[in-house]
T-cell receptor
Framework: LAKTTQPISMDSYEGQEVNITCSHN???????ITWYQQFPSQGPRFIIQ???TKVTNEVASLFIPADRKSSTLSLPRVSLSDTAVYYC??????????????FGKGTKLSVIP | GAVVSQHPSRVICKSGTSVKIECRSL??????MFWYRQFPKQSLMLMAT?????????EQGVEKDKFLINHASLTLSTLTVTSAHPEDSSFYIC???????????FGPGTRLLVL
């Protein structure tokens, strides 16, 4: 079961680029890497997903090195509304309808004016 | 697209009663849904995997007779907390698996308080 490790917290000023790294040393071949954002008392919101190399969408980029043992979520020019907890999720579909999903403890990002 | 709803958003009940939480995928069909529990300042913990038309798969330590899951259609899964006790008070979140089966979309969560 892939275990993930993230920094507990990060602070950033508005307008800066923020990079949050997640370690997943025993990631399996079939595992995808997904990042979510969660505000208090809300369900997680999908940000981005990747398998290897780099993925970019309208809100973030995801960098995954060749060994896939880590991944970095990059948020360009953060604003106060980006203050939230960010989770990386590594998981795969197992057999007989089972799934192996591991949420990290999350990184609490605080954006400072 | 990819919207998941939960109902109710919050519920308060007396100890010993049962509570049903609904999870619906509004704009896509989901063969598989997941149920998570989240305690304050903690990460999400997977409770069970709900597969349409078959029995749910529970994670180790989760009592299947206490947390009843039914996934009767491709857009609806329900979680029933039976004989709820104060220690069951938590934030329950469902998710639905879309498309090829690699992306989960989460509901807004249900806050359960058992008195």
């Amino acid at each position: 079961l892939a275990k993930t490790t993230q920094p507990i917290s990060m602070d950033s000023y508005e307008g800066q680029e923020v990079n949050i790294t997640c370690s997943h040393n025993n990631i399996a071949t079939n595992d995808y890497i997904t990042w979510y954002q969660q505000f208090p008392s809300q369900g997680p919101r999908f940000i981005i997903q990747g398998y290897k190399t780099k993925v970019t969408n309208e809100v973030a980029s995801l960098f995954i090195p060749a060994d896939r043992k880590s991944s970095t979520l990059s948020l360009p020019r953060v604003s106060l509304s980006d203050t939230a907890v960010y989770y990386c999720l590594v998981g795969e579909a197992g057999g007989a309808g089972s799934y192996q999903l591991t949420f990290g403890k999350g990184t609490k990002l605080s954006v400072i004016p | 697209g990819a919207v998941v709803s939960q109902h109710p958003s919050r519920v308060i009940c007396k100890s010993g009663t049962s509570v049903k939480i609904e999870c619906r995928s509004l704009d896509f069909q989901a063969t598989t849904m997941f149920w998570y529990r989240q305690f304050p300042k903690q990460s999400l913990m997977l409770m069970a995997t709900s597969n349409e038309g078959s029995k749910a798969t529970y994670e180790q330590g989760v009592e299947k007779d206490k947390f009843l899951i039914n996934h009767a259609s491709l857009t609806l899964s329900t979680l029933t907390v039976t004989s709820a006790h104060p220690e069951d008070s938590s934030f329950y979140i469902c998710s639905a698996l879309q498309g090829g089966g690699e992306t989960q979309y989460f509901g807004p969560g249900t806050r359960l308080l058992v008195l």
